[in-house]
């Protein structure tokens, strides 16, 4: 199997080099290379086509927001997962609408950031339900905006459920004990869903189902 690439960016250097010195310790990840800065993130992205871009939401010149938007939009496969201070910065909810798949406390347990990262390559977003919640919200003001009947004729009747149900905040589980269904198989569900929707996690799916109208409203707290 091959390692996950990562490239680090954080304008503190000894930050840096001692997560960089962490992840090198485990072989399933790659660190490829370190950026101080949003500009130099994004040169680097490009350079090095990493898969997941651990960064600094906070920093000189152009912030993690800003080289967030740039990255997703110019490489669509880069995955990018925030390092912040607080929980609650206001940056944090613009990344993760920029296209951050989650983010992580600076003060995060190295297991803690494996999984993590793990699970990002998998598809989770690693964000928690409360952040997840204020997108959705957000999102639900604007759903049925058009467009969703092409996309809801490519889903299933069950797709259609679990999809409902993952932006009413239910677990995998939940959604198992609730469908009557095995647990692999809600996975393998999300992850059709994931794939007909052409989005990345449950956040974006929920997100996007959200705009496109393709689910009624109800009380997203996903």
Avoid: W
């Avoid at 304008?11 to 130099?40: N, S």
């Avoid at 957000?138 to 092409?150: H, I, K, L, P, R």
Wanted: glycine share 8%; net charge positive.
């Amino acid at each position: 199997m091959k390692p996950i690439r990562v490239l680090l960016v954080d304008d503190h250097c000894i930050f840096r080099q001692g997560l960089a010195a962490l992840l090198r310790k485990e072989k399933e990840f790659e660190v490829v290379g370190e950026a101080q800065d949003g500009i130099e993130a994004v040169a680097r992205a490009k350079e090095l086509k990493p898969d997941i871009v651990l960064m600094d939401i906070s920093m000189p010149r152009s912030d993690g927001v800003e080289a967030t938007r740039r990255i997703r939009q110019t490489l669509p496969a880069v995955k990018v997962v925030m390092l912040t201070i607080l929980e609650q910065d206001k940056k944090l909810f613009e990344a993760i609408k920029a296209g951050a798949h989650g983010y992580l406390l600076k003060n995060v347990k190295p297991d803690a950031l494996f999984h993590t990262l793990r699970g990002v390559m998998s598809g989770e977003a690693a964000i928690t339900r409360a952040t997840a919640s204020k997108i959705l919200r957000e999102f639900a003001g604007q759903s049925g905006s058009g467009g969703g009947e092409v996309y809801r004729e490519e889903l299933s009747a069950r797709e259609l459920s679990v999809l409902q149900l993952i932006t009413e905040g239910k677990t995998n589980k939940e959604i198992g004990r609730i469908l009557n269904i095995a647990e692999n198989t809600v996975k393998n569900h999300l992850q059709h869903i994931r794939d007909k929707l052409q989005v990345e996690n449950r956040v974006q799916a929920a997100t996007f189902a959200l705009e496109q109208g393709l689910i009624q409203k109800k009380d997203h707290a996903i």
